[in-house]
């Protein structure tokens, strides 16, 4: 069973970064495109960003592009998001997700991805 565990959440004032990371168990992260989608109290669940199975191919929300970053280490069976610039309208629950496919693609629909991790809080005070 594959397992997704997300860290290195926190509290950050506006204009400062954060990193959080996810590290899959259960399987190899080589198998998975992977995916940050985030929910901020009282909304849904959001795409944020994705990247391919070989890690060539990336997708972003516009809300993030050019402030975040994702990554992954297929050796370390790991993904993270660089997160940039943070504003107060980042703060929410930051999801890992993983989904199969092809090699070169980064989905954004939320429908698109079988394994979920229990998500980090990400706070932006401003």
């Known amino acids: 069973q594959v397992q997704l565990v997300e860290s290195g959440g926190g509290l950050v004032q506006t204009g400062g970064s954060l990193r959080v990371s996810c590290a899959v168990s259960?399987?190899?992260?080589?198998?998975?495109?992977m995916g940050w989608f985030r929910q901020a109290p009282g909304k849904g669940r959001y795409f944020v960003a994705a990247v391919s199975r070989i890690g060539g191919i990336t997708s972003y929300a516009d809300s993030v592009k050019g402030r975040f970053t994702i990554s992954r280490d297929n050796a370390k069976n790991t993904v993270s998001l660089q997160m940039n610039s943070l504003k107060p309208e980042d703060t929410a629950v930051y999801y890992c997700?993983?989904?199969?496919?092809?090699?070169?693609?980064?989905?954004?629909?939320?429908?698109?991805?079988?394994?979920w991790g229990q998500g980090t809080q990400v706070t932006v005070s401003s």
């Open positions: 997700a993983a989904t199969g496919g092809t090699y070169y693609s980064a989905p954004s629909g939320l429908n698109e991805y079988r394994y």
């Open positions: 259960g399987g190899t992260i080589s198998s998975y495109a």
